[in-house]
Each structure stands twice: as C-alpha cells, then as structure tokens.
C-alpha cells in the first residue's frame, strides 16, 4: 500500500513547486531513486531484533566519562579590580576602543 507522502513524480513536483523549484525529469528520477536507496537502508535497521534492549538516553553507557572533575575556581574581589582598572565607570571597567 503507497503512503500519501511515498515520493512518486507527482509528489515531488508538488514539493519543488511548494519550494519554487524547477526540476527537470533527470533530476526527478534521480530523487524518487535516492528515496528508493534511503527507504532499504531504514528497513534493514527496522529489521534490527531490540527485544529485551532497554532504551538509553546516550548511545554510551558512561556518557559524561570524559569530562574532567570539577575543581575550585579562584574569584578575585570586584573592588580588587575596579582598584586596579584604570579607568571604570560604576562598577564596570571602561576599555579603550582599538577596532575602527
């Protein structure tokens, strides 16, 4: 049984159109063949038995392994710095412009 959305030369004149795109027959076959291609592919991974897989969040089991440990930041005080900016405006430091 075809689906509404199988990608026969109709349907894909239909979607260039909605698009405002010109195909010709050349490029029309070569897109239903591509879809051809893509379908056989999807179906030997439906084909795939998951019985008994359970279903994970992240293709790995220790996703986040390769992330370094999380270690103390040092904060300097924010008087320490508008002190030794030198020029500030409030408690923002002014910085000179250097691009035109």
Avoid: W
Avoid at 31 to 44: N, P, Q, W
Avoid at 73 to 95: E, G, H, M, Y
């Amino acid at each position: 049984m075809k689906n509404k959305h199988d990608l026969n030369e109709d349907y894909i004149k239909e979607l260039a159109n909605d698009i405002m795109l010109e195909l010709n027959e050349e490029e029309i076959e070569m897109i239903a063949s591509i879809d051809d291609l893509i379908k056989e592919k999807f179906a030997k991974v439906l084909n795939i038995n998951t019985d008994g897989i359970s279903a994970m969040h992240y293709p790995l089991e220790n996703a986040h392994t390769f992330l370094r440990e999380d270690s103390e930041s040092r904060n300097i005080d924010q008087k320490i710095v508008l002190d030794n900016a030198p020029q500030t405006i409030d408690d923002f430091v002014v910085i000179t412009k250097v691009v035109k």
